[in-house]
C-alpha cells in the first residue's frame, strides 16, 4: 500500500518570501499525484496534479511542484507567498497501475503568512 | 463545474440517534463517491468508496453496519451513521469522481457532527 509523508506540519511566513512544502511517497511503481488546498472554512480544491510528462507542474495561483521519481517526492513551491495562500495544504498520491485506484492523503501542513 | 454539496454541515445529535449526511454532485455525473472522515491535526482517512447501484467498499477498520452508505443515483450518495457515539463525533467529506475523466476527485465542503 502506498503512503505519503509531509515533513512540515506548521510553517510560518513573512509575505514575499519563498515557499517549498516537502511531500514524499512510498509506492514501487507509477504514480498519479496531487496537492489540494483547504482555505479556512473552505472545503479541499485542487492546486496541481501531475499523471505523467514533463514532471515540472504549475497550478493555480502561482503554485509549481517537481516529480523528482529518483527521490520519490513531489515538493511544492511558490515563489513569493500572499497573506491569502494562508491555508492547510494536502499532498496526495494514487497508484497509477489500471483502473482507479483510491488515493492517500498527506497529514497536511498548515501555511501561516504573516503580512 | 464539478461542485460537491453535502447537507448538512453541521449536525449534533444524542448518542445511540442515527444521523444521515447528503453528498450530490451538482453539475455531473459520478460514477464513484468517496466518504473520508478527517480528525484534528490529521489527515483524511478513507472510509469507504460508493459505487452507483452496487454495494460500497469499506476500507479495513470501518465498520459497515454503522456507517451505512447508500449511491442511490449518478449524484447521490449518503452516510448513516448509526447509533451514533461521541467518539463518532468527527468531519466527514465527501468526493466524487467525474463519470468520465482522470483520477481527479472532487470534494464536497464537509459535515461537523457532533455526538452529545
Keep these: ?115 | 463545474g464539478a461542485v460537491v454539496s453535502q447537507h448538512p454541515s453541521r449536525v449534533i445529535c444524542k448518542s445511540g440517534t442515527s444521523v444521515k449526511i447528503e453528498c450530490r454532485s451538482l453539475d455531473f455525473q459520478a460514477t464513484t463517491m468517496f466518504w473520508y472522515r478527517q480528525f484534528p491535526k490529521q489527515s483524511l482517512m478513507l472510509m469507504a468508496t460508493s459505487n452507483e447501484g452496487s454495494k460500497a467498499t469499506y476500507e479495513q477498520g470501518v465498520e459497515k453496519d454503522k456507517f451505512l452508505i447508500n449511491h442511490a443515483s449518478l449524484t447521490l450518495s449518503t452516510l448513516t451513521v448509526t447509533s451514533a457515539h461521541p467518539e463518532d463525533s468527527s468531519f466527514y467529506i465527501c468526493s466524487a469522481r467525474l463519470r468520465t475523466g482522470d483520477n481527479e476527485q472532487y470534494f464536497g465542503p464537509g459535515t461537523r457532527l457532533t455526538v452529545t
Aim: proline share 4%; aromatic share 14%.
Design chain 1, 1 to 115: 500500500a502506498q503512503s505519503v509523508s509531509q515533513h512540515n506540519h506548521h510553517v510560518i511566513l513573512s509575505e514575499a518570501a519563498s515557499l517549498e512544502l516537502g511531500c514524499n511517497y512510498s509506492y514501487g511503481g507509477t504514480v498519479n499525484l496531487f496537492w489540494y488546498v483547504q482555505y479556512p472554512g473552505q472545503h479541499l480544491q485542487l492546486l496541481l496534479k501531475y499523471f505523467s510528462g514533463d514532471p515540472l507542474v504549475k497550478g493555480i495561483k502561482g503554485f509549481e511542484a517537481e516529480f523528482i521519481k529518483s527521490k520519490f517526492s513531489f515538493n511544492l513551491r511558490k515563489p513569493s507567498v500572499q497573506w491569502s495562500d494562508t491555508a492547510e495544504y494536502f499532498c496526495a498520491v494514487n497508484p497509477n497501475s489500471g483502473g482507479y485506484q483510491k488515493v492517500t492523503f498527506g497529514t497536511g501542513t498548515k501555511l501561516q503568512v504573516i503580512p
